[in-house]
């Protein structure tokens, strides 16, 4: 095995980097050359309080094995906070060259019970929380020419799960804002991907992982590092990264079908063939997955004689 990928003369910012992913995160950043700029005001599970301890901790550990980090405990629940997380990179180590966006919290409730304050509380930190720090960051990367952004969406943002309503909204909110940072960021080679993770860390309290195959942060870190290395040319995908296995996740469509018009029994009539993805499409993206939708909508239309050209 050959040297892992190096990140000198890099800087990084890991939000959430106090605990769990983060931590992981921020080490293996640092033990391979990166400036580490460790957030984390290091509250409970439900973003409650604070601990400075948290982010001290982990830039100590980082100082003992020879890496170079700087703590900041500010919330990147605010504007403020979120700006003051970056400025942390730009004052102590000159630049920002990689955004990771981890911080997250957990308040559970059925969506018949979630109090407004509890819906706001999540979004906050995983969704307004990527904005507040993507937003100061993007213009100085496409500045710069170069950038990596890795923003944090989860098993629940694709799929749901019960209790999290606050939660699955945010992280698939996410997904769009790292979407639309790709795009924007392809022609300054500012890349934008998303990772899902999955890691036993005090996020899985109440859970019994007793028969869990091995699961820790470390399976999941260096597919951020990955995502975060110059080499790295992907962007505007998402990875997932579970007990060892590592793949990509992406929206896919079925073909379709076309009808010059429906009516609505129309729509049952052919709700088979509208939903079979035997042969599914996938529009990457960038460079215009955007595009590319409409205009393979359009290519069926015109097919058909109906629009012209
Ligand atoms: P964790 O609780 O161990 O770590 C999250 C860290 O974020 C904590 O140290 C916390 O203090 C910090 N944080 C909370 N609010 C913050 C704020 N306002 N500003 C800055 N930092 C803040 O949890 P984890 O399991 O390591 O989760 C990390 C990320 O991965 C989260 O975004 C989580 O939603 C996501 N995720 C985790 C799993 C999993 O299986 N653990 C699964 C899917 C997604």
Not at 92 to 96: A, S, Y
């Given at each position: 095995m050959g040297e892992d990928l190096r990140f000198d003369g890099r800087v990084a910012v890991v939000t959430g980097g106090g605990r769990g992913l983060g931590r992981s995160y921020a080490t293996l950043l640092a033990a391979h050359g990166a400036k580490v700029v460790v957030n984390d005001p290091g509250g409970s599970l439900d973003g409650a309080g604070v601990d400075d301890s948290a982010a001290h901790q982990v830039v100590r550990e980082i100082a003992e094995a020879g890496g170079h980090a700087v703590a900041s405990t500010e919330s990147v629940a605010t504007p403020e906070g979120g700006r003051a997380v970056i400025d942390t990179a730009l004052g102590?180590?000159?630049?920002?060259d990689i955004l990771v966006h981890n911080a997250g919290i957990v308040r559970r409730a059925p969506l018949s019970e979630m109090t407004y304050d509890d819906f706001e509380a999540v979004l906050d930190v995983h969704l307004r929380g990527a904005f507040h720090v993507v937003r100061p960051a993007f213009p100085l990367m496409c500045e710069a020419g170069y950038g990596r952004i890795v923003l944090t969406s989860s098993i629940g943002g694709l799929y749901g799960n019960d209790e999290v309503a606050n939660y699955a909204a945010a992280k698939a909110g996410v997904v769009g804002l790292s979407n639309v940072a790709a795009r924007e960021g392809a022609a300054h080679n500012v890349t934008s991907n998303v990772i899902v993770p999955a890691a036993v860390t005090r996020m899985a309290e109440g859970i019994d992982t007793s028969a869990y195959p091995p699961m820790g942060p470390e399976l999941v870190a260096p597919v951020v590092g990955y995502l975060a290395h110059e080499s790295c040319s992907v962007t505007g995908e998402m990875f997932i990264a579970l007990a060892g296995r590592v793949a990509m996740a992406a929206v896919t469509e079925s073909p379709g079908v076309y009808r010059p018009s429906w009516s609505m029994a129309e729509v049952g009539d052919e709700l088979d063939e509208i939903r079979d993805r035997t042969h599914p499409v996938t529009f990457p993206v960038v460079p215009d997955g955007h595009g590319d939708h409409i205009r393979y909508s359009f290519a069926m239309a015109r097919q058909a004689g109906q629009v012209h050209a």
């Open positions: 102590h180590f000159g630049g920002i």
